[in-house]
C-alpha cells in the first residue's frame, strides 16, 4: 500500500511562514491528484487546496492568496508553503493522493499559530 507522511508542523507567530511537505511511497504517484486538508479542534475536516497530475490548482477562499501547493513528481512529493499566518489556520494538516476509485491519506502535521 501506498504510504503518506506530512512533516514541516510546528509553532509559528501570526504572519510568520511554514512550509508543509508530504512525501508519498509508490511509483503511482504521477498518476494521482493531491491534496491538502486540515482539522480544527471541534470542527470538521476543511479541504484548503489540491493540485492535479498536470500541475492545476484549486484553493479555498479561506487561503487563496496565502498559501501555495506545489508537487515534484521525480521526488514524489507535495508541499504547502503557508505565508501570513493567521491564528485561525491553527490546525492538523492531512495529506491526501486520490483519484477514482483510489485514496492514501497521511497522518497529519500539527501547525499552531499563536503569539
Known amino acids: 500500500q501506498v504510504q503518506v507522511v506530512e512533516s514541516g508542523g510546528g509553532l509559528v507567530q501570526p504572519g510568520g511562514s511554514l512550509r508543509l511537505s508530504c512525501a508519498a511511497s509508490?511509483?503511482?504517484?504521477?498518476?494521482?491528484?493531491m491534496y491538502w486538508y486540515r482539522q480544527a479542534p471541534g470542527k470538521q475536516r476543511q479541504f484548503i487546496a489540491h493540485?492535479?497530475?498536470?500541475?492545476?490548482?484549486n484553493y479555498d477562499d479561506s487561503v487563496k492568496g496565502r498559501f501555495t501547493i506545489s508537487r515534484d513528481n521525480v521526488k514524489n512529493t507535495v508541499y504547502l508553503q503557508m505565508n501570513s499566518l493567521k491564528p485561525e489556520d491553527t490546525a492538523v494538516y492531512y495529506c491526501?493522493?486520490?483519484?477514482?476509485?483510489?485514496?492514501?491519506w497521511g497522518q497529519g502535521t500539527q501547525v499552531t499559530v499563536s503569539s
Open positions: 509508490g511509483s503511482i504517484f504521477v498518476t494521482y491528484a
Open positions: 493540485i492535479t497530475s498536470d500541475g492545476t490548482t
Open positions: 491526501k493522493l486520490g483519484r477514482t476509485g483510489a485514496n492514501y
